[in-house]
């Protein structure tokens, strides 16, 4: 199974939005409402930003939402901030056989 | 405080085996189903393997499979990760996460596997 297709990189200032893709296919993506999205800074550990396509954790600030349309889902941040500048992951239930799949990855830059 | 912790990671010959764990603590452990997620050096997010909460059911991931065991133990309130026939591209630091709804809601600070000789 093919990694999720995500942009290398995306970029904003500083009180701006951007919005990170996340491509698959109808037996992932396009399949489930279980696409999840995962914030990590250089050194740490992944952190649960966004569940079921749209839900926000416990703690997670209302300026990231997240959405789905056919097989490519969408992570919007609003009102970027410095801390913002992180590796996001998105991730997919893919059925009993493959279970989860993840995204490769897009580096975020705050500029 | 909700939280996991694992260990165990450590350098290990080509063909070597290695077992990883992870305490949990601050939820019912029983009633949750646990994954392993790997990162290589410099790479992104690679999903190994999944437990549900009673241990009766597990998957792998390709790679994997055959070659890893993902088991637990409920009254220790551990997971395990049994890495055999390991290979210079399992070296990775290795994850351990709660599962919430096909999501991984906590995370550990990870573990590292090195496979050289």
């Known amino acids: 199974q093919s990694a999720l297709t995500q942009p290398p990189s995306a970029s904003g200032s500083p009180g701006q939005s951007v919005t990170i893709s996340c491509t698959g296919t109808s037996s992932d993506v396009g399949g489930y409402n279980y696409v999840s999205w995962y914030q990590q800074h250089p050194g740490k550990a992944p952190k649960l930003m966004i569940y079921e396509v749209s839900k926000r954790p416990s703690g997670v600030p209302d300026r990231f939402s997240g959405s789905k349309s056919g097989n490519t889902a969408s992570l919007t941040v609003s009102g970027l901030q410095a801390e913002d500048e992180a590796d996001y992951y998105c991730?997919?239930?893919?059925?009993?056989?493959?279970?989860?799949?993840f995204g490769g990855g897009t580096k975020l830059t705050v500029l | 405080e909700v939280q996991v912790l694992e260990s165990g990671g450590g350098l290990v010959q080509p063909g070597g085996s290695l077992r990883l764990s992870c305490a949990a603590s601050?939820?019912?452990?029983?009633?949750?189903?646990m994954s392993w997620v790997r990162q290589a050096p410099g790479k992104g997010l690679e999903w190994v393997s999944i437990?549900?909460?009673?241990?009766?059911?597990?998957y792998y991931a390709d790679s994997v499979k055959g070659r890893f065991t993902i088991s637990r133990d409920n009254s220790k309130n551990t997971l395990y990760l049994q890495l055999n026939s390991l290979r210079a591209e399992d070296t990775s630091v290795y994850y351990c996460?709660?599962?919430?709804?096909?999501?991984?809601?906590?995370w550990g600070p990870g573990t590292t596997v090195t496979v050289s000789s």
């Open positions: 996460a709660k599962e919430r709804s096909y999501a991984l809601d906590v």
């Open positions: 991730s997919s239930y893919a059925g009993s056989n493959n279970f989860r799949i």
């Open positions: 437990i549900s909460g009673s241990g009766g059911s597990t």
């Open positions: 601050g939820f019912t452990f029983n009633s949750n189903a």
